[in-house]
């Protein structure tokens, strides 16, 4: 079955989109999934921009709700920030990601897939705890921790002393730490300073509406395109364009420097049985 990140707003038996739950009720409402093993892990491949290559894979979660249905993480995951759920969550998250990359490159050999991404949310990076339990998932599955990327936002690095330790630590461990979401904060730029990057992830909003040539000489979007392109070159970074939906996107982007992308028109977020199939067609083409 096809599965759309977009997904399903939660809607109640009136039709009503879902209303302001309190974070605390839907925590509640968590910690039961939790223990009832409701939530599921899907991959969206990240692929080279000319679609001859899935290069690696981002872990997104799914709660299948027994009664709602496939619930998106926009639903659920500030309500797991502000009741600390989300400790638990990202740890099922990250062992589950580990477990299944190790296995891909068991079954497809080494050069199946060089990353697999996860996101990781600003109350994770605070946990004392997070970079053992990196450590851990990494030693029990056996994934190589080059192969493990992290992906952070500009407000959850933000976060001071702590935060700044444990993703230095992460680094130091092999470990690679994109930068998501890149454009969208206030000091991205800054940030490249103050933060050791492997990736950057040019945000989706740069990405929409890119292929339209408005007959301007100087197109934003493309312009802060061009320009996150040769900043990653100079600085030795890898880049992802998000939210490509279009072969004309796709051709754009490929134009002003970027070789990888992720988005609906390379491939869906899937089940870890799609990626299987995908990477047995690329081990056989
Ligand atoms: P994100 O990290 O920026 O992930 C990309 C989102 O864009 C995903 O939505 C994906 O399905 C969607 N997407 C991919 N390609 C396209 C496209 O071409 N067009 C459009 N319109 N959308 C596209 P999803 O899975 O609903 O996740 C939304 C956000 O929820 C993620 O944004 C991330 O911030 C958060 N999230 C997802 N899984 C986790 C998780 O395990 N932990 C944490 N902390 N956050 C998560
Ligand atoms: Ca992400
Ligand atoms: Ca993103
Ligand atoms: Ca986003």
Same mark, same amino acid.
């Given at each position: 079955?096809?599965?759309?990140?977009?997904?399903?707003?939660?809607?109640?038996?009136?039709?009503?989109?879902?209303?302001?739950?309190?974070?605390?009720?839907?925590?509640?409402?968590?910690?039961?999934?939790?223990?009832?093993?409701?939530?599921?892990?899907?991959?969206?491949?990240?692929?080279?921009?000319?679609?001859?290559?899935?290069?690696?894979?981002?872990?997104?979660?799914?709660?299948?709700?027994?009664?709602?249905?496939?619930?998106?993480?926009?639903?659920?995951?500030?309500?797991?920030?502000?009741?600390?759920?989300?400790?638990?969550?990202?740890?099922?998250?990250?062992?589950?990601?580990?477990?299944?990359?190790?296995?891909?490159?068991?079954?497809?050999?080494?050069?199946?897939?060089?990353?697999?991404?996860?996101?990781?949310?600003?109350?994770?990076?605070?946990?004392?705890?997070?970079?053992?339990?990196?450590?851990? @998932?990494? &030693?029990?599955?056996?994934?190589?921790?080059?192969?493990? #990327?992290?992906?952070?936002?500009?407000? $959850? +690095? !933000? *976060?001071?002393?702590?935060?700044?330790?444990?993703?230095?630590?992460?680094?130091?461990?092999?470990?690679?730490?994109?930068?998501?979401?890149?454009?969208?904060?206030?000091?991205?730029?800054?940030?490249?300073?103050?933060?050791?990057?492997?990736?950057?992830?040019?945000?989706?909003?740069?990405?929409?509406?890119?292929?339209?040539?408005?007959?301007?000489?100087?197109?934003?979007?493309?312009?802060?395109?061009?320009?996150?392109?040769?900043? @990653?070159? &100079?600085?030795?970074?890898?880049?992802?364009?998000?939210? #490509?939906?279009?072969?004309?996107?796709? $051709? +754009? !982007? *490929?134009?002003?420097?970027?070789?990888?992308?992720?988005?609906?028109?390379?491939?869906?977020?899937?089940?870890?049985?799609?990626?299987?199939?995908?990477?047995?067609?690329?081990?056989?083409?």
């Amino acid at each position: 079955a096809k599965q759309r990140g977009k997904a399903c707003f939660v809607r109640y038996a009136d039709g009503m989109k879902e209303p302001v739950l309190a974070h605390m009720q839907l925590g509640g409402e968590l910690r039961r999934a939790l223990e009832n093993d409701e939530f599921r892990v899907v991959y969206q491949p990240i692929m080279r921009l000319d679609g001859t290559r899935m290069i690696g894979v981002e872990a997104l979660i799914r709660w299948h709700h027994p009664a709602r249905g496939e619930v998106g993480p926009a639903e659920f995951i500030p309500a797991a920030e502000s009741t600390g759920l989300i400790v638990p969550l990202g740890r099922f998250v990250l062992r589950e990601t580990c477990r299944q990359a190790a296995a891909w490159l068991a079954e497809f050999g080494p050069d199946a897939l060089e990353e697999a991404g996860l996101n990781v949310s600003a109350r994770q990076l605070h946990d004392p705890d997070f970079v053992a339990d990196v450590a851990g @998932a990494l &030693a029990d599955s056996g994934l190589p921790c080059e192969r493990l #990327v992290l992906e952070v936002t500009e407000s $959850a +690095v !933000l *976060r001071g002393q702590q935060v700044s330790r444990a993703l230095f630590e992460l680094d130091r461990m092999g470990i690679r730490l994109a930068l998501d979401d890149f454009g969208t904060g206030e000091s991205s730029l800054s940030l490249l300073r103050a933060f050791p990057a492997a990736i950057i992830k040019l945000d989706k909003s740069f990405v929409d509406g890119i292929e339209i040539d408005d007959g301007r000489p100087a197109d934003a979007r493309q312009a802060v395109a061009r320009a996150v392109s040769q900043l @990653a070159r &100079a600085l030795g970074l890898d880049t992802v364009a998000e939210g #490509v939906e279009s072969a004309e996107q796709a $051709a +754009v !982007l *490929r134009d002003l420097g970027y070789t990888v992308g992720q988005g609906f028109h390379l491939a869906e977020p899937m089940t870890a049985d799609g990626v299987s199939s995908l990477l047995a067609r690329q081990r056989s083409a």
